[in-house]
């Protein structure tokens, strides 16, 4: 077996601050060091990080890798991790594997389908027009990232969910405060969270969130219905509001500087273009630059690597997306396997409306900044990079 050396001067959970356009050097750094590389965790000990595609789809169909924070290394603080509680304290899509994630997978899937999301694309582009010729009735110049980027898709979600939009600047107020460091701000957030899931379930309930409720397997409680759509909000405002703020620079920087995004066919309005913006986008700056913790059941081998039981490991998605001999083929964005997102067409329609909406309704709209003088910065891991600020014209 290949003994792995510890690579600890790549920093993949450190924060960064950066133009939008500088590559990130630990990509590089976590290929150049071979197919799975051991790194040290946040919450300390070694981790291993996937740098190779047969590999870390490997990883995501592996039998004795698991997504429970019950298997993360016994030493390991939850805070510290990031972690979510385990499956047995709260059953999640991101915390239950098998044949009791594939039940809960079953309860979800026909509501997010290609189908089912397709119908709501009228309703969810009159969203962003209406959000954006909001915003370009002030006239003036706008941070798209201080409003705009979080409150389109909660607004969309709440829509779809059937949770009243009056609750919508809680949910605004709740999500940022999901990020916050002080100690009870979590708990309070996801109980918020939780409340308006709740909303969404009173009189009968029109939305998603009533039909979630009635497909759920037998003995769901009430209090575990409530967390499974916090995870559908939170997961799809955190995503979709950072990929939103690299998607309107891409495009409106390729307007001034043609090949700015590294995407020569940006403005071209053929058939696949707004399809070809949103994939590179997220190629490029994907809001899940890593997949979620996995661990290992039991010891295992992988690429020659030993890795004892509970070994925690990472897949590095946009190392992988990104790599410079890649293979045309599907990208790893939303993961792969039984974990794959369950809001990828939701988030694929949002960022599509979008860039519809700015391109037909404000031909005009404008970065006020040279794209390059744009900065992204992040807290490193599993959590993807934010533009800082995006000022723009939207009606010049
Ligand atoms: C551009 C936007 C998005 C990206 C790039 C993204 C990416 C991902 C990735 C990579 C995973 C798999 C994680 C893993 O295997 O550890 C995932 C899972 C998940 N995503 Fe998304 N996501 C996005 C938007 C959304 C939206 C809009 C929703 C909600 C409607 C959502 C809800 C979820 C949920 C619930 C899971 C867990 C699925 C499971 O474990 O079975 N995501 N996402």
């Known amino acids: 077996m290949t003994a792995v050396p510890d690579r600890d001067h790549i920093a993949p959970f450190t924060p960064t601050t950066r133009s939008i356009t500088a590559p990130d050097p630990?990509?590089?750094?976590?290929?150049?060091?071979?197919?799975?590389v051991q790194v040290t965790a946040p919450a300390g000990g070694p981790a291993w990080i996937v740098t190779e595609e047969a590999l870390a789809r490997e990883v995501c169909a592996?039998?004795?890798?698991?997504?429970?924070?019950?298997?993360?290394?016994?030493?390991?603080?939850?805070m510290t991790a990031g972690l979510e509680q385990t499956a047995a304290e709260q059953p999640s899509l991101t915390t239950l594997d098998g044949p009791e994630h594939a039940r809960l997978r079953r309860a979800h899937a026909p509501l997010f389908s290609a189908r089912r999301i397709g119908e709501q694309s009228p309703r969810i582009h009159a969203i962003a027009r209406q959000l954006l010729t909001g915003i370009a009735a002030h006239g003036a110049v706008v941070d798209l990232m201080a409003d705009f980027?979080?409150?389109?898709?909660?607004?969309?979600l709440l829509d779809l969910l059937g949770i009243p939009l009056d609750r919508l600047d809680e949910a605004i107020d709740a999500c940022r405060?999901?990020?916050?460091?002080?100690?009870?701000?979590?708990?309070?957030?996801?109980?918020?969270?939780?409340?308006?899931?709740?909303?969404?379930?009173q009189d009968g309930g029109r939305g998603l969130a009533a039909e979630l409720r009635d497909r759920m397997p037998a003995g769901t409680t009430p209090?575990?219905?409530?967390?499974?759509?916090?995870?559908?909000?939170?997961?799809?405002?955190?995503?979709t509001d950072a990929s939103i703020g690299f998607l309107i620079a891409r495009l409106l920087g390729e307007r001034d500087d043609p090949g700015a995004g590294g995407n020569e066919n940006v403005l071209a309005s053929g058939p696949g273009s707004v399809?070809?913006?949103?994939?590179?986008?997220?190629?490029?700056?994907?809001?899940?630059?890593?997949?979620l913790w996995r661990f290992t059941t039991t010891e295992i081998e992988l690429a020659g690597v030993r890795l004892p039981a509970r070994a925690p490991v990472l897949i590095d998605i946009q190392g992988i997306d990104t790599a410079p001999a890649r293979s045309p083929g599907p990208d790893l964005t939303f993961g792969a396997g039984a974990h794959f997102c369950i809001?990828?067409?939701?988030?694929?329609?949002?960022?599509?409306a979008v860039a519809t909406v700015l391109r037909q309704d404000f031909p005009r709209a404008r970065l006020t900044v040279p794209h390059g003088g744009l900065r992204q910065s992040g807290l490193g891991g599993i959590q993807g990079n934010r533009l800082v600020v995006l000022p723009v014209v939207l009606t010049g």
């Open 62 to 78: 592996h039998p004795q890798i698991v997504k429970d924070p019950a298997m993360a290394p016994l030493y390991w603080d939850r």
């Open 149 to 156: 980027t979080i409150r389109y898709p909660l607004t969309v």
């Open 26 to 36: 630990v990509r590089t750094a976590l290929r150049q060091a071979g197919p799975i």
């Open 177 to 201: 405060r999901m990020l916050d460091d002080e100690p009870d701000a979590q708990q309070e957030a996801i109980a918020a969270i939780a409340g308006l899931a709740a909303a969404g379930l």
């Open 275 to 291: 399809d070809e913006l949103v994939r590179e986008t997220l190629r490029r700056n994907p809001p899940a630059p890593f997949t």
């Open 223 to 239: 209090q575990e219905l409530h967390y499974h759509l916090f995870g559908l909000i939170f997961a799809g405002q955190l995503t």
């Open 343 to 352: 809001g990828a067409q939701l988030a694929l329609l949002e960022l599509r």
